[in-house]
């Protein structure tokens, strides 16, 4: 039984704690190679952290030390869990110090359960053990589900190294030196462990937050970005497509000319190719909307390269209320998806059909098209297909951002083989200019 108590109490060392949760956080890190191999020396290293040899060194258990020689086998601890995240893992010495201080929260939350609590008032030491010990489990599994799954989107936050040292410093602190120095002066009554187990859930969030915060303000730069030369593109495309159609128009005046001259039948077959192609470039687009009228043909020379069967029927006056940047940005945006996803289908298969039209003060916009790989639908909004997500999926994101500019509503649909967007607009909200 003896023998049992001290398993079970050794199961409940700090260390080995701090070890664990350590790793549990990195999970999902990328490896470096001969991963396990490595792992003998930590664990080696932690068994002699945890070792009653280590811990009377420096005297633990004493209440009467000082309390910074106190801290020091802690200290030393922590740093050793820093460096063995970072030897075991292809990450930084700064993300390890990071991922490592959050590790360092949750085993810190289990000391304030246990004061809290007063767990440790239980006197069967064998109970007291177990409870502890479901305890780390319980909380193990909760950092794996939660904070380990999550590590890897903390991209944009690792570009400030300034601000993650600064996090993991602030962790540190308040577990490491704020514990250890008052811990024994009788500041800690179990209304303050509570709020203290409140502060542990403030630090372990606050990082993730702090990167949401920062991916929003980047994707709200780029989305501004892409609206601010949606303008100069749009002139850029018109002043393309006169040119294009002046020098068709005359083209074809020419080619009647040499199609009334020329002989043979072969001669007469190139000469009838040559005026459907210069047909697609000299159509007169007639919308009711001149900006419209540019996007649309613009996108049915992308639909005629891709063999896409683009069919359109707009009533380009419904959309009169939009700036004209506004209009480039999302048709452009919606298009460009559109032919990207009808493209990927068999040649037959390829269609893009386009609807504007206004009745009772709303107008409604349509788009469906044909695709291969439905695109996955979170939080309303489709996910990029492409690899690099991070740089990619803004122009749904920009297509959103203006119909919530104008207060419309926005849906994505997946039925019968096709992808649809629709968006709706009300008169008694489109006063936003």
Request: charge should be neutral; aromatic fraction near 12%; include cysteine.
């Amino acid at each position: 039984m003896e023998v049992f108590k001290e398993i079970l109490r050794y199961a409940n060392i700090y260390s080995i704690t701090l070890f664990v949760y350590a790793f549990l956080v990195c999970l999902k890190q990328e490896k470096r190679k001969l991963f396990f191999v490595r792992l003998i020396p930590v664990i080696a290293v932690c068994v002699f952290l945890s070792s009653d040899i280590f811990r009377n060194f420096f005297d633990m258990g004493s209440i009467t030390i000082q309390a910074y020689i106190k801290t020091l086998p802690y200290v030393i601890v922590w740093l050793v869990a820093v460096l063995s995240v970072w030897f075991c893992f292809k990450i930084s010495v700064l993300q390890a110090f990071l991922f490592q201080s959050i590790a360092y929260v949750f085993e810190h939350t289990i000391f304030n359960i246990r004061q809290g609590l007063s767990i440790n008032n239980i006197e069967n030491k064998i109970i007291l053990y177990i409870v502890l010990i479901l305890m780390r489990v319980a909380l193990g599994v909760c950092i794996y589900f939660t904070v380990a799954q999550k590590t890897n989107r903390l991209n944009q936050l690792f570009n400030y190294k300034v601000i993650v040292a600064l996090l993991a410093s602030v962790n540190i602190f308040f577990v490491l030196f704020a514990n250890n120095i008052f811990f024994n002066q009788g500041w800690f009554t179990n209304a303050l462990h509570i709020l203290r187990l409140v502060i542990c859930a403030v630090l372990i969030a606050l990082p993730f937050v702090i990167n949401r915060m920062m991916q929003d303000k980047d994707e709200k730069q780029k989305l501004e970005y892409m609206l601010a030369i949606s303008n100069e593109q749009m002139r850029n495309a018109d002043e393309n497509i006169e040119s294009i159609n002046r020098k068709c128009h005359n083209l074809k005046h020419q080619l009647i000319m040499l199609k009334e001259t020329g002989q043979g039948v072969e001669f007469q077959q190139v000469i009838s190719s040559l005026e459907r192609d210069i047909l697609i470039y000299d159509s007169n687009m007639n919308t009711g909307n001149k900006s419209i009228d540019i996007i649309i043909k613009e996108k049915s020379l992308l639909c005629d390269r891709h063999n896409i069967d683009f069919t359109y029927i707009i009533d380009g006056d419904n959309l009169s209320f939009m700036h004209k940047a506004d209009l480039y940005s999302l048709f452009g945006n919606a298009l460009d998806n559109a032919i990207e996803a009808a493209k990927q289908s068999e040649l037959d298969k390829r269609v893009i059909i386009l609807r504007v039209s206004g009745k009772d003060g709303i107008c409604k916009i349509l788009i469906e098209n044909s695709y291969v790989t439905a695109p996955e639908i979170i939080d309303g909004l489709p996910q990029t297909t492409k690899a690099d997500k991070a740089n990619h999926g803004f122009g749904v994101k920009s297509i959103k951002m203006i119909v919530e500019k104008y207060n419309g509503e926005i849906d994505f649909a997946i039925e019968n083989d096709r992808f649809s967007l629709m968006i709706l607009f009300f008169d008694d909200k489109m006063g936003n200019k």
